[in-house]
């Protein structure tokens, strides 16, 4: 089942912050994070994994609470280069990796100078 | 290196012909995955490779089959496929399956016309 991520899009100024968010269904195991410029391949930002940890890359750290079956980005300070569409994947057991492992839809993120 | 090399970069066929996409990986990775994605929208996961064996199929038609001749190697071979089959297909990889940071190739972009 595709986890709902939000805002669909978002434009900011160089500088400015922004919060994209990914909610399940169901429970998660693991949330994971990656973004895609146009025309590129996904890079990975991150996982968390079922715990409730934070993680943090540079100016990019994300939040994960299984309660909720929720979990957040936050990009600090953008920059031009954060520019691409983020999408969240929820996977929902360790050992059936791949059974439930799900893109949501997207955020499509367009940092201005 | 970490880097995850598909080929070719592009490929156009007809729907009578056969050919195959091909992806190879030096990292070592014991789980390789093959992505279909569409223009805006997230790649959607078709198969698992772990440790060579066939892990996950996700109810993929029979007109892609997937080979793993080794743990470096996996191939797609496409026969008589259809214009909806058009995408981007991406490969990616990951140390294991399940809940570890997968990479991904730049992908082939495939025209079935």
């Known amino acids: 089942q595709q986890p709902v991520q939000s805002p669909q899009a978002v434009i900011l100024r160089e500088g400015e912050d922004a919060v994209i968010n990914c909610s399940s269904s169901k429970a998660l195991y693991s949330v994971h994070w990656y973004r895609q410029k146009h025309g590129e391949a996904p890079v990975f930002l991150m996982i968390l994994l079922k715990g409730g940890e934070q993680k943090g890359h540079e100016k990019i750290s994300a939040s994960f609470n299984e309660k909720k079956q929720q979990s957040s980005l936050y990009l600090t300070a953008s920059q031009l280069s954060y520019s691409g569409t983020y999408f969240c994947g929820t996977d929902h057991g360790l050992y059936n990796y791949g059974q439930n492992f799900v893109f949501g839809p997207g955020t499509r993120l367009s940092v201005l100078p | 290196d970490t880097e995850v090399t598909q080929t070719p970069k592009h490929l156009v066929m007809g729907m009578t012909n056969k050919k195959s996409l091909k992806c190879e990986q030096h990292?070592?990775?014991?789980?390789m995955y093959w992505y279909k994605q569409k223009a805006k929208k997230p790649p959607e996961l078709m198969f698992v490779y772990s440790y060579e064996k066939l892990s996950i199929n996700e109810s993929v038609p029979s007109r892609f089959s997937p080979e793993c001749p080794n743990s470096s190697l996996l191939n797609l071979h496409l026969h008589a496929l259809q214009p909806e089959d058009s995408a981007l297909y991406l490969c990616?990889?990951?140390?294991?399956?399940?809940?570890?940071?997968?990479?991904f190739g730049q992908g082939t972009r495939l025209t079935v016309v």
């Open positions: 990292m070592g990775h014991r789980a």
């Open positions: 990616a990889s990951s140390r294991q399956q399940g809940g570890t940071e997968a990479f």
